[in-house]
């Protein structure tokens, strides 16, 4: 449904993006990961057709960006950053400006009005001035917007910013409802959001896309390699640590705290290796007491970091 | 064409839903009433005069209180002109929603004729409250009407021509302040371009002359429509136009 290719937008001599490509197939929802500033708004503005790549082809549908923007236009829903809503407006005469906008026929425009706005929840507000709205009935007045012409494509600029835990709860589960359909790119800074609404995951970072994948298998490439969390008393830390260390199957042991004798390590495994009843084997043979014995998933999160840290950002994607 | 009136419409809507237009036509209908009540009563004045020292023939309404009259109006043009025009695009670009008019299935030539057309459709309204005070010399008197229908038509055309340069300004700034003071100085500029021709007779006094309004305003103020003063005007008005275009393609390049 959309196909990237080696897309590179400068501003002057600053590089927004660089190079980046991807795919999203008909009906998934991809989330566009990556830190303020990372390019994400850039991608999506190319997408839409607000700006022209300095190179590289984008096509949404079959269409190229820049050969056939009015086809790419009729097939994007785009919802930006900021709704771009008229404060002046009431939202049905709004709704219905966009519908004109977007070339629905004046017959089918009155019930496409009512689908959205009902869809949207904002069918209760739908006679008052979008300027006395709150913040959370604007964002779904944006989404509305978006998908009143029942776009092939819908993009979506960080659609859950600035809202309430409830809001970002409704919005997403309305983005959500709006998979198969559609075909969404939504782009977000905050991780759970990925995990809970995307099927696929581009994480962006300073330009360049540093790992593209489905979001389970992004955050079971690093849970194969399994830490577990232990706590032992009854020796010195240097001497549990070296026993732990002989492990069959560990990669690293990491102290970190002592506390009344108590010693805390963590012990990071080999990918694919399950250690955790050899390391407590190996603490009870030596007499050891174990208090605890307890494995750590490493989250999105971690992985997020992980590939966006600022020292090795190319180490990270090419694992 | 649908999506020009579409675009058309909705700049009328947020003119109309905001005080601005209510307030142009109020500033006008005060400063024009104003001039119009001083014109007729010089017209009185002079009329009692006359008859005191006997003559007995009318003395020429068209040409002692319209003429003068429809000169004022360009002028009081000239003030508000950059008040109606300042918040075409500036507006959008500030709230962001020319990201929803550029990623719709619009083209900009659309989009631009649109906001001009309305900011000309406005600007029309405000010309018929003059229309108004014109009626009363109508009714007590008989002025021809031809040469007032090629006043008003000079008028719109020169705020058609007026309009297109403002609306090229406002996409330059997404701050309405600046755009309106640039296009009121665009404005004065074109107006006092005139005083150099009255003394100088070099080549630029003279291209000075030519580019200002006032010159090519004035023979329609006197019933008279020129083909060289509407070449003027509509060559300004897709002067501005065209800039617009250009300024709003480039607005994509570098965004």
Same mark, same amino acid.
């Given at each position: 449904m959309?196909?990237v290719e080696g897309?590179t937008k400068?501003?002057?001599r600053?590089v927004?993006?660089?190079?980046?490509?991807?795919?999203?197939?008909k009906?998934?929802i991809v989330g566009?990961?990556g830190?303020n500033?990372a390019?994400?708004?850039?991608?999506?503005?190319?997408?839409?057709c607000f700006?022209p790549?300095t190179?590289g082809?984008?096509?949404?549908?079959?269409?190229?960006v820049l050969e056939?923007p009015?086809?790419v236009?009729q097939?994007?829903?785009y919802?930006?950053?900021n709704?771009?809503?008229?404060?002046?407006?009431?939202?049905?005469?709004?709704?219905s400006?966009?519908?004109?906008?977007?070339g629905?026929?004046?017959a089918?425009l009155?019930?496409?009005?009512?689908e959205v706005a009902?869809r949207?929840?904002?069918a209760d507000?739908?006679?008052k001035?979008i300027a006395k709205?709150?913040?959370?009935y604007?964002q779904r007045?944006g989404?509305?917007?978006?998908?009143?012409h029942?776009?092939?494509?819908?993009?979506?600029d960080?659609p859950?910013?600035g809202l309430?835990?409830?809001?970002?709860?409704?919005t997403?589960?309305?983005?959500r409802?709006l998979a198969g359909?559609h075909?969404i790119?939504?782009?977000t800074h905050?991780?759970?959001e990925?995990?809970q609404?995307?099927?696929?995951v581009?994480?962006i970072t300073?330009g360049?896309?540093?790992?593209t994948d489905?979001v389970?298998?992004l955050?079971s490439?690093l849970?194969g390699q399994?830490?577990?969390?232990v706590q032992?008393?009854?020796a010195?830390?240097?001497?549990?640590r070296?026993?732990?260390e002989?492990?069959?199957?560990?990669s690293?042991?990491v102290?970190?705290?002592t506390?009344?004798g108590?010693?805390?390590f963590e012990?990071?495994?080999?990918?694919?290796?399950?250690?955790r009843?050899?390391v407590?084997?190996?603490v009870?043979?030596?007499?050891?007491n174990l208090s605890e014995l307890?494995?750590v998933?490493?989250?999105?999160?971690?992985?997020?970091?992980?590939?966006?840290?600022?020292?090795k950002p190319?180490?990270?994607?090419k694992? | 064409m649908n999506?020009v009136i579409?675009?058309c419409?909705?700049e009328?809507k947020?003119?109309?839903?905001?005080?601005i237009a209510?307030?142009?036509m109020?500033?006008?209908?005060?400063?024009?009433?104003f001039?119009?009540?001083?014109?007729v009563?010089y017209?009185?004045?002079v009329?009692f005069?006359?008859?005191?020292m006997?003559?007995?023939f009318?003395?020429d309404?068209?040409?002692?209180i319209?003429?003068?009259?429809l000169?004022?109006?360009?002028?009081?043009?000239?003030?508000?002109i950059p008040l109606?025009?300042?918040?075409l695009?500036?507006?959008?670009?500030?709230s962001?929603?020319?990201?929803l008019l550029?990623?719709?299935?619009l083209?900009?030539?659309e989009?631009?004729?649109?906001?001009w057309l309305? /900011?000309v459709?406005?600007?029309?309204? &405000?010309l %018929?409250?003059s229309? =108004?005070n014109f009626?009363? !010399?109508?009714a007590?008197?008989?002025?021809?009407?031809k040469?007032?229908v090629i006043?008003y038509?000079g008028?719109?055309?020169q705020?058609g021509?007026?309009?297109?340069i403002g609306a090229?300004?406002s996409?330059?700034?997404?701050n309405?302040?600046i755009a309106?003071s640039?296009t009121?100085?665009?404005?004065?500029?074109?107006?006092?371009?005139e005083w150099v021709?009255?003394?100088?007779?070099?080549?630029?006094?003279?291209v000075?002359?030519?580019?200002?309004?006032v010159?090519?305003?004035?023979?329609?103020?006197?019933?008279?429509?020129?083909?060289r003063d /509407?070449v003027?005007?509509?060559?300004? &008005?897709? %002067?501005?136009?065209? =800039?617009?275009a250009r300024s !709003?393609?480039?607005?994509r390049w570098?965004?």
């Amino acid at each position: 449904m959309i196909k990237v290719e080696g897309l590179t937008k400068r501003y002057g001599r600053n590089v927004a993006v660089q190079g980046i490509s991807f795919e999203v197939e008909k009906g998934q929802i991809v989330g566009f990961l990556g830190p303020n500033g990372a390019g994400k708004t850039t991608t999506m503005r190319i997408l839409t057709c607000f700006m022209p790549p300095t190179q590289g082809t984008a096509r949404v549908a079959g269409f190229d960006v820049l050969e056939a923007p009015m086809q790419v236009k009729q097939r994007i829903g785009y919802l930006p950053e900021n709704p771009p809503v008229y404060p002046e407006m009431e939202v049905e005469e709004y709704l219905s400006f966009v519908g004109r906008l977007k070339g629905i026929p004046s017959a089918e425009l009155a019930k496409r009005v009512d689908e959205v706005a009902e869809r949207c929840s904002v069918a209760d507000v739908r006679k008052k001035l979008i300027a006395k709205l709150s913040k959370g009935y604007r964002q779904r007045v944006g989404l509305a917007q978006a998908i009143i012409h029942n776009p092939d494509v819908l993009i979506l600029d960080e659609p859950t910013a600035g809202l309430d835990p409830k809001q970002i709860h409704e919005t997403r589960d309305l983005i959500r409802s709006l998979a198969g359909e559609h075909t969404i790119i939504l782009s977000t800074h905050i991780l759970p959001e990925v995990e809970q609404t995307c099927d696929h995951v581009v994480i962006i970072t300073r330009g360049s896309i540093v790992a593209t994948d489905s979001v389970q298998n992004l955050t079971s490439r690093l849970r194969g390699q399994e830490a577990v969390a232990v706590q032992v008393s009854g020796a010195d830390e240097p001497v549990i640590r070296q026993r732990l260390e002989q492990v069959a199957g560990v990669s690293r042991v990491v102290a970190r705290d002592t506390h009344n004798g108590l010693h805390s390590f963590e012990v990071e495994s080999l990918p694919g290796k399950n250690v955790r009843a050899e390391v407590a084997r190996a603490v009870v043979e030596s007499g050891w007491n174990l208090s605890e014995l307890r494995a750590v998933a490493l989250s999105l999160e971690d992985v997020f970091l992980e590939l966006t840290a600022a020292e090795k950002p190319s180490e990270g994607a090419k694992q | 064409m649908n999506n020009v009136i579409t675009i058309c419409q909705k700049e009328l809507k947020s003119y109309f839903a905001s005080p601005i237009a209510y307030l142009l036509m109020a500033m006008f209908a005060i400063v024009f009433g104003f001039f119009f009540w001083n014109a007729v009563g010089y017209f009185v004045n002079v009329s009692f005069q006359s008859q005191a020292m006997g003559r007995s023939f009318p003395m020429d309404v068209n040409e002692m209180i319209i003429r003068p009259l429809l000169m004022n109006v360009s002028v009081i043009g000239l003030f508000l002109i950059p008040l109606i025009s300042m918040r075409l695009f500036s507006e959008e670009k500030r709230s962001g929603t020319i990201e929803l008019l550029l990623t719709s299935p619009l083209h900009d030539a659309e989009i631009i004729i649109g906001k001009w057309l309305a /900011a000309v459709a406005l600007y029309g309204c &405000i010309l %018929l409250i003059s229309g =108004l005070n014109f009626f009363f !010399l109508f009714a007590y008197g008989k002025p021809d009407w031809k040469p007032l229908v090629i006043g008003y038509l000079g008028l719109v055309l020169q705020a058609g021509a007026l309009l297109a340069i403002g609306a090229f300004v406002s996409t330059l700034t997404r701050n309405q302040i600046i755009a309106g003071s640039v296009t009121f100085s665009i404005c004065l500029l074109l107006w006092v371009f005139e005083w150099v021709a009255g003394y100088e007779t070099s080549t630029w006094a003279s291209v000075m002359g030519y580019m200002s309004v006032v010159r090519h305003f004035e023979p329609f103020s006197k019933g008279v429509m020129d083909t060289r003063d /509407a070449v003027y005007f509509a060559s300004m &008005i897709f %002067l501005g136009l065209f =800039l617009t275009a250009r300024s !709003l393609e480039s607005l994509r390049w570098r965004a």
